[in-house]
């Protein structure tokens, strides 16, 4: 992969504290995309750039075997309206690798890439990695992993 520059951006959306040790984050991260997409949270998130969904994988406490924060929501163009119950995050400038997935997202084509990104000696920095679901295209999405 060759790494790739990307500016800073905003998010605003819904969060929690999650670890992939005993498969805590095979439940919670589910719920978390349930909860936003049966509440139909993308639709009111204020100040959105586009309905793009994102979602963030940050504030690792180490690496991908300890508790980390997960971040499902849309970017915007400011965080000066956050609505209650939501988290808005700064994104700041970064190099990453990009890993473009296709398919059918119920057969698990994002936790297989993930898995592959575990296994590999990419030089991982641990900041903040994202997911990007275009609009309309949910089948055709990318994930970005910050590199050192």
């Known amino acids: 992969m060759n790494p790739e520059t990307h500016p800073e951006f905003h998010i605003i959306g819904i969060a929690i504290h999650t670890t992939n040790e005993n498969g805590e984050s095979a439940i919670a991260i589910p719920a978390l995309w349930n909860q936003f997409m049966t509440n139909g949270l993308l639709h009111k998130i204020p100040n959105a750039i586009d309905h793009s969904i994102y979602c963030l994988y940050t504030e690792y406490e180490k690496d991908y075997t300890r508790p980390y924060t997960t971040l499902l929501g849309c970017r915007v163009s400011s965080l000066d309206e956050i609505p209650e119950?939501?988290?808005?995050?700064?994104?700041p400038e970064g190099t990453y690798s990009l890993f473009p997935v296709k398919g059918e997202l119920q057969q698990g084509i994002v936790y297989d890439e993930w898995t592959k990104i575990w296994k590999s000696d990419l030089p991982r920095a641990?900041?903040?990695?994202?997911?990007?679901?275009?609009?309309?295209?949910?089948?055709?999405?990318?994930?970005?992993?910050?590199?050192?």
């Open 85 to 91: 119950g939501m988290t808005g995050k700064t994104i």
């Open 126 to 148: 641990y900041t903040t990695d994202f997911e990007i679901y275009p609009e309309g295209k949910p089948s055709e999405m990318t994930i970005y992993i910050a590199t050192l």
